[in-house]
């Protein structure tokens, strides 16, 4: 698990993009629940960081892809993926489970 940072750091209904091992995470905040996605769309590599967020999916701002942000996938276009990895919070530090 990797500190991405303070909680205060996402504001609730917010993003912000970290960079962990490499990689642009994009965290999402929607109320007591965090998230962490890659910050780059499955289908054509947009960055992720203007999506719309709402009811449990991130809009992808190019082509409108809804990735579910729980597992990534995407009803409409099921080859596309968003990769999301597991968020833990420990007090108010937000860890990110990255792969090796
Ligand atoms: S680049 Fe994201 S939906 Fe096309």
Redesign the pocket.
Known sequence: MINAGNTSDVPNFGKKVVSLGGREILLVHIKETFYAVENE?P????PMTAAVVKEGTIS?P????RFSLVDGTCREHPESVLTVFPVVLEGETILVDLPE
């Open positions: 769309c289908h054509q590599g947009c992808c190019r082509h409108g892809y």
